[in-house]
Protein backbone atom coordinates (compact mmCIF):
# COMPACT_ATOMS: atom_id res chain seq x y z
CA UNK A 1 0.00 0.00 0.00
CA UNK A 2 1.44 3.81 -0.79
CA UNK A 3 2.02 5.92 2.01
CA UNK A 4 2.46 9.25 3.06
CA UNK A 5 4.74 9.80 5.37
CA UNK A 6 4.75 13.31 7.11
CA UNK A 7 7.62 14.87 9.28
CA UNK A 8 7.10 17.27 11.87
CA UNK A 9 10.69 19.19 12.12
CA UNK A 10 11.63 20.90 15.27
CA UNK A 11 12.01 18.47 18.37
CA UNK A 12 11.21 15.71 15.42
CA UNK A 13 14.00 16.11 12.84
CA UNK A 14 16.12 18.77 14.34
CA UNK A 15 16.61 21.42 16.83
CA UNK A 16 18.39 24.21 15.97
CA UNK A 17 19.47 25.62 19.32
CA UNK A 18 16.77 27.88 19.90
CA UNK A 19 17.31 30.15 16.93
CA UNK A 20 13.42 30.58 15.83
CA UNK A 21 12.81 31.36 19.36
CA UNK A 22 15.52 34.36 19.27
CA UNK A 23 14.22 35.25 16.22
CA UNK A 24 10.72 35.58 16.68
CA UNK A 25 10.89 37.01 19.85
CA UNK A 26 12.84 39.49 18.28
CA UNK A 27 10.56 40.52 15.35
CA UNK A 28 7.67 40.60 18.16
CA UNK A 29 9.89 43.21 20.78
CA UNK A 30 10.61 45.50 17.13
CA UNK A 31 7.10 46.05 17.11
CA UNK A 32 5.40 45.77 20.41
CA UNK A 33 9.07 46.51 22.56
CA UNK A 34 10.47 44.18 25.08
CA UNK A 35 8.71 41.91 27.27
CA UNK A 36 9.55 39.24 29.76
CA UNK A 37 6.16 37.71 29.34
CA UNK A 38 6.96 36.57 25.89
CA UNK A 39 9.59 34.13 27.29
CA UNK A 40 6.53 32.39 28.89
CA UNK A 41 5.37 31.58 26.06
CA UNK A 42 5.11 27.63 24.81
CA UNK A 43 6.44 27.18 21.03
CA UNK A 44 6.04 23.13 20.59
CA UNK A 45 3.28 21.80 18.94
CA UNK A 46 1.96 24.97 17.34
CA UNK A 47 1.76 27.02 14.33
CA UNK A 48 4.30 30.40 13.68
CA UNK A 49 0.93 32.39 13.29
CA UNK A 50 -0.44 30.89 16.18
CA UNK A 51 3.02 31.95 18.05
CA UNK A 52 2.85 35.52 17.04
CA UNK A 53 -0.32 35.84 17.98
CA UNK A 54 0.27 34.43 21.42
CA UNK A 55 3.18 36.25 21.71
CA UNK A 56 1.40 39.70 21.06
CA UNK A 57 -1.01 39.10 23.13
CA UNK A 58 1.54 37.91 25.72
CA UNK A 59 2.99 41.31 25.52
CA UNK A 60 -0.59 43.06 26.20
CA UNK A 61 -1.77 43.07 22.71
CA UNK A 62 -5.26 41.79 22.59
CA UNK A 63 -6.75 40.29 19.55
CA UNK A 64 -8.43 39.97 16.88
CA UNK A 65 -5.44 40.70 15.06
CA UNK A 66 -5.51 41.56 11.41
CA UNK A 67 -4.10 38.36 8.64
CA UNK A 68 -1.93 41.26 7.40
CA UNK A 69 -0.33 42.06 10.52
CA UNK A 70 0.77 38.34 11.50
CA UNK A 71 1.84 37.52 8.12
CA UNK A 72 4.22 40.84 8.27
CA UNK A 73 5.52 39.40 11.42
CA UNK A 74 5.91 36.13 10.08
CA UNK A 75 7.83 37.49 7.12
CA UNK A 76 10.09 39.17 9.48
CA UNK A 77 10.73 36.51 11.49
CA UNK A 78 12.08 34.42 8.35
CA UNK A 79 14.51 37.28 7.93
CA UNK A 80 15.73 36.88 11.10
CA UNK A 81 15.91 33.40 11.37
CA UNK A 82 18.05 33.65 8.43
CA UNK A 83 20.31 35.85 10.02
CA UNK A 84 20.48 33.46 13.69
CA UNK A 85 21.04 30.41 11.63
CA UNK A 86 24.34 32.21 9.21
CA UNK A 87 25.91 32.88 12.92
CA UNK A 88 28.87 30.95 13.63
CA UNK A 89 27.56 30.29 16.95
CA UNK A 90 24.30 28.38 15.70
CA UNK A 91 24.30 24.73 15.45
CA UNK A 92 21.47 23.07 14.24
CA UNK A 93 21.67 19.00 15.49
CA UNK A 94 19.82 16.40 13.54
CA UNK A 95 17.53 14.09 15.85
CA UNK A 96 18.82 10.52 15.96
CA UNK A 97 18.19 8.09 13.28
CA UNK A 98 16.49 10.77 11.12
CA UNK A 99 18.82 10.68 8.22
CA UNK A 100 19.16 6.65 8.40
CA UNK A 101 15.39 6.39 8.43
CA UNK A 102 14.64 9.17 5.71
CA UNK A 103 17.51 7.04 3.48
CA UNK A 104 15.35 3.31 3.73
CA UNK A 105 11.94 5.52 3.72
CA UNK A 106 13.28 7.03 -0.11
CA UNK A 107 14.25 3.23 -0.76
CA UNK A 108 10.52 1.62 -0.46
CA UNK A 109 8.40 1.82 -3.40
CA UNK A 110 4.86 3.76 -3.11
CA UNK A 111 6.62 5.90 -0.11
CA UNK A 112 6.16 9.98 -0.66
CA UNK A 113 7.91 11.87 1.94
CA UNK A 114 6.24 15.06 3.19
CA UNK A 115 6.38 17.54 5.88
CA UNK A 116 3.83 18.32 8.44
CA UNK A 117 5.10 21.57 10.00
CA UNK A 118 4.07 24.69 12.01
CA UNK A 119 6.79 26.45 10.74
CA UNK A 120 6.04 28.72 7.73
CA UNK A 121 7.34 27.09 4.62
CA UNK A 122 10.43 29.65 4.20
CA UNK A 123 11.30 29.12 8.04
CA UNK A 124 11.02 25.11 7.09
CA UNK A 125 13.21 25.04 4.19
CA UNK A 126 15.78 27.62 6.31
CA UNK A 127 15.92 25.30 9.22
CA UNK A 128 16.55 21.97 7.06
CA UNK A 129 19.65 23.58 5.13
CA UNK A 130 21.07 24.47 8.19
CA UNK A 131 20.92 21.07 9.16
CA UNK A 132 22.52 20.08 5.42
CA UNK A 133 19.19 18.57 4.47
CA UNK A 134 17.39 19.41 0.85
CA UNK A 135 13.90 20.50 1.40
CA UNK A 136 13.25 18.79 -1.99
CA UNK A 137 13.46 15.52 -0.49
CA UNK A 138 10.49 16.12 1.02
CA UNK A 139 7.88 16.15 -2.28
CA UNK A 140 4.38 17.71 -0.18
CA UNK A 141 4.17 19.17 2.59
CA UNK A 142 1.54 21.67 4.50
CA UNK A 143 3.09 24.11 6.72
CA UNK A 144 1.92 26.99 9.41
CA UNK A 145 1.93 29.45 6.15
CA UNK A 146 -1.24 27.18 4.72
CA UNK A 147 -3.16 27.60 8.28
CA UNK A 148 -2.79 28.85 11.35
CA UNK A 149 -4.31 25.69 12.80
CA UNK A 150 -2.91 22.47 13.07
CA UNK A 151 -5.55 20.63 13.07
CA UNK A 152 -6.40 21.81 9.29
CA UNK A 153 -2.69 20.87 7.79
CA UNK A 154 -3.18 17.04 7.13
CA UNK A 155 -6.17 17.59 4.92
CA UNK A 156 -4.00 20.26 2.90
CA UNK A 157 -0.80 17.41 3.02
CA UNK A 158 -2.74 14.97 1.21
CA UNK A 159 -4.32 16.88 -0.94
CA UNK A 160 -1.21 17.93 -2.32
CA UNK A 161 -0.35 14.20 -2.30
CA UNK A 162 -3.04 13.04 -4.60
CA UNK A 163 -1.25 13.87 -7.82
CA UNK A 164 1.35 10.99 -7.12
CA UNK A 165 -1.69 8.22 -5.74
CA UNK A 166 -4.46 9.42 -8.35
CA UNK A 167 -6.40 9.91 -5.25
CA UNK A 168 -6.48 11.71 -1.95
CA UNK A 169 -4.57 9.41 0.75
CA UNK A 170 -6.35 8.76 4.09
CA UNK A 171 -6.27 6.35 7.44
CA UNK A 172 -3.38 4.93 7.79
CA UNK A 173 -2.18 5.38 4.31
CA UNK A 174 -0.98 8.47 5.55
CA UNK A 175 1.53 9.12 8.62
CA UNK A 176 2.40 11.81 10.63
CA UNK A 177 5.37 11.60 12.71
CA UNK A 178 5.75 14.21 15.41
CA UNK A 179 7.35 15.05 19.25
CA UNK A 180 4.34 16.96 20.47
CA UNK A 181 0.73 15.66 21.68
CA UNK A 182 -0.49 18.09 19.11
CA UNK A 183 1.31 16.18 16.04
CA UNK A 184 -0.71 13.01 17.54
CA UNK A 185 -4.12 14.77 17.59
CA UNK A 186 -3.73 16.64 14.20
CA UNK A 187 -4.43 13.87 11.87
CA UNK A 188 -7.75 12.90 13.65
CA UNK A 189 -9.82 14.59 11.04
CA UNK A 190 -8.64 12.16 8.01
CA UNK A 191 -7.60 9.23 10.20
CA UNK A 192 -4.23 9.08 10.00
CA UNK A 193 -1.44 7.17 11.52
CA UNK A 194 0.61 8.78 14.25
CA UNK A 195 3.84 8.01 15.41
CA UNK A 196 5.50 10.01 18.46
CA UNK A 197 8.68 10.22 18.96
CA UNK A 198 10.61 11.92 22.56
CA UNK A 199 13.01 14.00 21.12
CA UNK A 200 11.07 17.14 21.95
CA UNK A 201 10.00 18.53 25.04
CA UNK A 202 7.61 15.40 25.94
CA UNK A 203 8.61 11.86 27.25
CA UNK A 204 7.31 8.47 25.90
CA UNK A 205 5.13 8.51 28.53
CA UNK A 206 3.70 11.78 28.08
CA UNK A 207 3.03 10.99 24.41
CA UNK A 208 1.50 7.50 25.21
CA UNK A 209 -0.82 8.95 27.04
CA UNK A 210 -2.07 10.68 23.82
CA UNK A 211 -2.83 7.02 22.04
CA UNK A 212 -0.26 7.16 19.16
CA UNK A 213 0.14 4.14 17.01
CA UNK A 214 3.47 3.73 18.45
CA UNK A 215 5.81 6.03 20.73
CA UNK A 216 9.95 5.75 20.80
CA UNK A 217 12.55 7.44 22.37
CA UNK A 218 14.09 8.58 19.67
CA UNK A 219 14.06 7.25 15.48
CA UNK A 220 17.42 5.11 15.89
CA UNK A 221 15.68 1.92 15.76
CA UNK A 222 15.14 2.19 12.09
CA UNK A 223 13.43 -1.54 12.29
CA UNK A 224 11.04 -1.29 14.68
CA UNK A 225 9.90 2.47 13.45
CA UNK A 226 9.49 0.97 9.32
CA UNK A 227 7.30 -1.59 11.72
CA UNK A 228 5.09 1.06 12.89
CA UNK A 229 4.83 3.06 9.66
CA UNK A 230 3.74 -0.19 7.61
CA UNK A 231 2.23 -2.18 10.18
CA UNK A 232 -1.76 -3.42 8.72
CA UNK A 233 -4.40 -1.01 10.19
CA UNK A 234 -5.83 -3.30 12.80
CA UNK A 235 -10.04 -3.39 12.44
Known sequence: MPKLVLFDIDGTILLTAGAGRRAIVTAISEQVGPSTDL??????GKTDPQIVTELLEAAGHAGPHPA????????RYVDLLRYELEQPTCNTTVMPGVIPLLERLEREDGVLLG?????????????????????????????GS?????????PIAARRAEPY??????????????????????????????IAVAT??????????????????????????????FAPRVS
Open 165 to 194: FGRVPSGADVVIIGDTPADIACGACIDARA
Open 68 to 75: DRVAALCS
Open 146 to 154: DSAHRAELP
Open 39 to 44: HRVRFD
Open 200 to 229: GAYSVADLMSCAPHAAFDDLSDTERVLEAI
Open 115 to 143: LLTGNVAQGAALKLRSAGLDPRRFRVGAY
